[in-house]
């Protein structure tokens, strides 16, 4: 008899095309250039959702989306794995720094001069001084670089615990209404 066919992972809304773009774990062991990291990433304590493994996730994710604009998936799962968190969960965590990466350059730009006080406070002006690009992207960096850089570092630590907090937060709702539908179906 022949085995049934697998079904296609397809579906509407994010949530389908999240099942179509996010990696399996079959399909991670698969893969060739992730064979040597395979017998780390596939443990199966990190795919499981529970209370821990879960604001782990979440808090794993957002530093990565903050600190890796470029490479947040795979620095989330491969930071998943020494801070046992779930694995797509935290990649898929990292999906909405593509968009709002802007917005966080942003805050963490306005963090870092809040911060730093860069040449406000400092007699003569020595970045801008000191720098002789006038124009585009370079005098941009120059001129924003090391604030967003702080701001960037001080505001990852705290996406990541309100990010777990929140996590945290909503797990236990979730297992109170879980727990208090079965009270209400055995009364």
Known sequence: MAEPALEPRTGGGIGGWLRRHVPTRESIGRNRLLRPVAHLILKP????????????????GAVCTVLFPVAHM???ALASVPARANVPLAVVITVPGLFIFPGILY??????????????DVPGRPIAANVHIHHGFL????ANGPAAIVGLLILAPVLAIACYALAAWLWRVRVGRR???R???RA
Do not use: M, T
């Open 183 to 185: 009270r209400r179906v």
């Open 74 to 76: 795979p620095a989330a």
């Open 45 to 60: 304590d990190l795919w499981r959702f529970n209370r821990r493994s879960v604001p782990r996730a979440a808090a794993v």
């Open 139 to 142: 005098a941009w960096l120059a």
């Open 107 to 120: 805050v963490a730009r306005q963090i870092g001069h809040f911060v730093l006080r860069l040449d406000r």
């Open 179 to 181: 727990w208090h539908r």
